[in-house]
């Protein structure tokens, strides 16, 4: 029998480990435990991707909730290690990455645990990303790591990591995007902003999400992709799907005022709870341009054929640039202006797909860690 434990723990984790876990329930000979760390706990950010991606109830949950990197790394490595003592697994599987990714794949290699990484290898070399700092870390201590796209292989070559670690598999991420799209289309969020109406085509609008902290922690950063987004807003209306983080920083600093009023408003940047995922999928799919500074918003864009604006200075995922619908545009808010009118001029895009973006990377891991057990 084989003993696989993962570990998620926050939102853009539960869609990656979501197909794994539903090809590993077609194994009777695998064993599999879900742990959650509880890093991320509201309904929102949590709960609701349980429901819509019809995974299991986590067998446990450390309950860390949130704090300084230091004390939410530390408290769910304190907490995962009796876990792993216990149910005592020969992998550990982690996606991403998020503090959860790190403080996971360190407890378990350090009880000598082989770690199985996910979404290894991206790069955005910039070290004041925490995201960045987490990736670097758990693919330094992993046995077997995954990869989405042709730069990470290269990434992880070029810091010395031996060739039969890496497995070049496709993105868990796109497997999650075309097993919900059907059900997607089904979703009445559309309906409920007034943007469709009696199931008929829909009226223009874009989407905007904002988490980075190099975002949303900066007045100056925040105030001018406010501004920008909000003289967009004058040519389109702008959903806006507000992450807790982000909420706290428009109040703290007082930037209310950008916001229309989403109760009545039918313009404007219109703010939105954080959706589902199945609700946030349609949003997407039918949005004249997305601009993000989310991670998987990048790739899901590319797959979706619509035109993406990154609202950052790089991205750890090139492959979205060159062959997706991706446009890295920085902060500066003129920019963000310019890069969204030429869209609105030639608003078109093709759905692209990198190598192995096709709904089969959770089974060609799910392959390969068979085969790696068998080998041992
Ligand atoms: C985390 C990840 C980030 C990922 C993002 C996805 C790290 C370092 N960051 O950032 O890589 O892109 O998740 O959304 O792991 N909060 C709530 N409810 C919750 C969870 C958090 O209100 O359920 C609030 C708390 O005020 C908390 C803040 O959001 O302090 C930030 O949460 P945290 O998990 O530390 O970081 P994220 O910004 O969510
Ligand atoms: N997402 C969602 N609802 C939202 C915003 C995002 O379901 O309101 C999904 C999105 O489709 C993608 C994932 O969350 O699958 C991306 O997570 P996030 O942007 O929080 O983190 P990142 O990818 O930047 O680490």
């Known amino acids: 029998m084989q003993r696989l434990l993962s570990v998620v ?28 760390s509880g890093q991320h706990y509201d309904e929102a950010l949590s709960g609701s991707f349980f429901s819509d991606l019809n995974l299991p109830k986590p067998d446990v949950n450390l309950g860390v909730g949130s704090g300084s990197h230091a004390v939410q790394t530390a408290e769910i490595m304190r907490r995962l290690e009796p876990v792993l003592l216990d149910w005592k697994p020969q992998m550990v599987l982690v996606v991403g990455d998020v503090n959860s990714t790190i403080a996971a794949a360190l407890t378990a290699v350090k009880l000598g645990i082989d770690v199985a990484h996910v979404e290894s290898g991206l790069r955005s070399f910039d070290m004041t990303m925490p995201e960045e700092i987490n990736r670097k870390l758990t693919d330094a201590v992993s046995t077997l790591l995954f990869v989405t796209e042709q730069s990470g292989v290269n990434n992880l070559k070029r810091e010395g990591v031996p060739e039969e670690k890496i497995f070049l ?171 969204a009118r030429s869209v609105l001029n030639n608003p078109k895009r093709q759905p692209r797909r990198p190598p192995l973006w096709d709904g089969k990377a959770a089974q060609r891991i799910v392959q390969i860690l068979r085969e790696h057990r068998q080998s041992a």
């Open 9 to 36: 723990g926050a939102r853009p984790n539960f869609m990656k480990i979501a197909p794994i876990v539903s090809e590993l329930q077609k194994l009777s000979e695998v064993q599999h435990f879900l742990v959650h």
């Open 169 to 339: 598999v496709g993105n868990v991420m796109i497997d999650c995007l075309l097993r919900h799209r059907e059900a997607a289309s089904r979703s009445l969020i559309l309906d409920r902003l007034g943007v469709r109406r009696n199931g008929s085509a829909c009226l223009p609008y874009a989407a905007l999400t904002l988490h980075r902290p190099s975002n949303v922690e900066n007045a100056r950063t925040l105030q001018g992709i406010l501004t920008a987004v909000g003289n967009l807003a004058k040519d389109l209306p702008v959903f806006f799907p507000v992450h807790p983080r982000t909420r706290k920083q428009i109040d703290n600093f007082g930037f209310g005022s950008y916001l229309a009023d989403s109760r009545t408003a039918d313009r404007g940047v219109i703010p939105l709870d954080p959706l589902g995922y199945l609700d946030f999928l349609s949003l997407n799919a039918q949005a004249t341009m997305v601009l993000t500074d989310s991670g998987g918003v990048q790739e899901e864009t590319t797959v979706l054929g619509v035109p993406c604006l990154t609202l950052r200075e790089n991205t750890e995922r090139p492959a979205t640039v060159e062959l997706g619908t991706n446009e890295v545009v920085g902060v500066d808010p003129d920019r963000i202006l310019a890069a």
